[in-house]
């Protein structure tokens, strides 16, 4: 692509770098706050994973314990009857220009459905664990689709600021060196030519 070189070319290109600089650095700002959020939600989600995973296998192990008291039948047939019920608000917010999901669940009070008498009372604190445990699960998802949502917006603003850092922005400067260097060349020449036709003229006159 050929270059104009005019004055108003080298100051749009010195316009542009600027531009592209003050971009540069927002973006840069812009990056790092991701990572700081992004960092702060992958301990979080650490966290979170560790609590409910622990807080599972206790569920699990309670579970296991209501088979001691009433047979795989009975149970399955616990399980049909039960009309249990959780709704789930599904919001978002902004964080950093990147939209991220807010999960909220709700367990309306309902009848279990099975019969109370003929169940043991292991088999309700066994099922109240897990209701318990779906609205961590729940909070853990929105902190995980978060993070990973992060991650996609970090790499993209990652390659953008590699791309003005590493290719758009010196080649500005190439530019812009390139004009200022041809315009003064162009100067010199134009001086050069001047005091030659001011000697003609000088000497045509003596």
Same mark, same amino acid.
């Given at each position: ?7 108003? %070319? ?6 542009? =770098? ?7 650095k ?8 991701? !990572? ?14 560790? &609590?409910?995973?622990?807080? !599972? ?16 039948? %009975?149970?399955?047939?616990?399980? =049909?009857? #039960?009309? +249990?019920?959780?709704?789930?608000? $599904?919001? &978002? ?12 669940? #709700? #367990? ?6 099975? #019969? ?6 292991? *088999?309700?604190?066994?099922?109240? @664990? ?6 961590? =699960?729940? *909070?853990?998802?929105?902190? %995980? @689709?978060?993070?990973? =949502? ?11 600021? /590699?791309?003005?850092e ?7 400067e ?10 003064e %060349?162009m100067?010199?020449?134009n001086? $050069? /030519?001047?005091?030659?036709?001011? +000697? ?7």
């Amino acid at each position: 692509m050929s270059i104009k070189l005019t004055r108003m %070319e080298l100051l749009n290109t010195r316009k542009r =770098l600027r531009l592209a600089r003050r971009g540069h650095k927002l973006l840069k700002d812009k990056r790092d706050e991701l !990572m700081r959020q992004f960092l702060m939600l992958v301990k979080d989600t650490q966290k979170r994973r560790g &609590s409910v995973e622990k807080e !599972m296998a206790e569920a699990y192990a309670r579970f296991s314990g209501v088979r001691a008291f009433i047979s795989k039948q %009975e149970l399955d047939e616990a399980f =049909l009857c #039960s009309n +249990g019920r959780m709704e789930l608000e $599904c919001t &978002s917010k902004n964080m950093v220009g990147v939209e991220v999901p807010i999960l909220k669940v #709700s #367990s309306p009070q309902q009848d279990v459905g099975y #019969s109370l008498v003929t169940t043991p009372m292991e *088999l309700d604190n066994a099922l109240m @664990k897990f209701a318990e445990i779906v609205e961590k =699960l729940v *909070l853990l998802a929105e902190n %995980e @689709k978060s993070t990973e =949502l992060l991650a996609v917006e970090i790499e993209k603003t990652r390659r953008r600021v /590699n791309a003005l850092e590493h290719i758009l922005i010196p080649q500005l400067e190439d530019t812009a060196r390139y004009i200022e260097m041809k315009l003064e %060349e162009m100067e010199r020449s134009n001086f $050069c /030519n001047l005091m030659r036709i001011k +000697g003609l003229m000088e000497e045509a006159e003596s």
